[in-house]
C-alpha cells in the first residue's frame, strides 16, 4: 500500500486501493442492492427458485479457477479472477435489477453470485464476508464451507421458500476502506 511505502511517490496511485476498491464499492454495492431489494419486494424473505443455468456456469468456472490458482499460489490470478467474477455480478444486476417483473429471478441468480464471491473473497476481506453470511442468516460453518462452494443458498437453508434475511438499514456497508485509503 502507497502509505507504507516508503519510495511511492506521491503522485503515485494506491494499488491496494484499487483492489480494495473491489469490494468497497463494486461488491458492497451488488450486496446492499441485493438485500435493499428483497427487502422491497420479498418483505426480506429471500426469493426461492432455481438458479438461471448460464449464472451457475459462470460461477462454477471461477471456482474452479480460483481453486488452481490458489493450489499454485497464484495469489495475483485469484484477484482477477474475483475483479471478473464480481465485475460481471455486479453488471448482471445493474442491468436487470430494475425489470420488475422478473425481479424474483434477478434476486435469485444475485444472491447465488453474491454467496460464491462472499466465499471466494473471504480470505481476503473476511469481515466483510462474515457480516454478509451474518445478514444472509446463514450458519457460517456450513456458508463457508467447500463442501457446499458449487450449491445453491438454498441448500444451507432449513426452510428454502421461507427464509428471512437480517434487516439491512438504510447506509450499511458490509466492506469498508482501510482508514489509510480516506485522504
Not at 58 to 75: D, S, V
Amino acid at each position: 500500500p502507497a502509505p507504507l511505502n516508503p519510495d511511492a511517490k506521491p503522485n503515485e496511485p494506491d494499488p491496494v486501493l484499487a483492489q480494495g476498491n473491489l469490494f468497497t464499492n463494486v461488491l458492497n454495492r451488488l450486496v446492499r442492492g441485493c438485500f435493499y431489494t428483497c427487502q422491497k419486494y420479498f418483505d426480506g424473505v429471500l426469493p426461492y427458485g432455481e438458479v438461471s443455468a448460464d449464472i451457475k456456469q459462470a460461477a462454477e468456472r471461477t471456482i474452479l479457477n480460483y481453486e488452481n490458482h490458489m493450489y499454485k499460489f497464484e495469489l495475483h490470478q485469484i484477484i482477477n479472477d474475483l475483479d471478473s467474477y464480481i465485475r460481471n455480478a455486479s453488471k448482471y444486476w445493474s442491468k436487470n435489477s430494475n425489470d420488475e417483473a422478473n425481479i424474483k429471478q434477478t434476486l435469485i441468480d444475485a444472491f447465488y453470485m453474491v454467496k460464491v464471491a462472499t466465499v471466494l473473497s473471504h480470505p481476503i476481506v473476511p469481515s466483510g464476508c462474515e457480516k454478509t453470511c451474518e445478514y444472509l442468516n446463514v450458519d457460517p460453518d456450513k456458508f463457508f464451507s467447500w463442501d457446499y462452494i458449487f450449491d445453491d443458498i438454498y441448500a444451507l437453508l432449513d426452510d428454502k421458500e421461507n427464509h428471512s434475511l437480517k434487516e439491512l438499514k438504510e447506509h450499511e456497508d458490509f466492506y469498508y476502506k482501510h482508514q489509510s485509503q480516506f485522504k
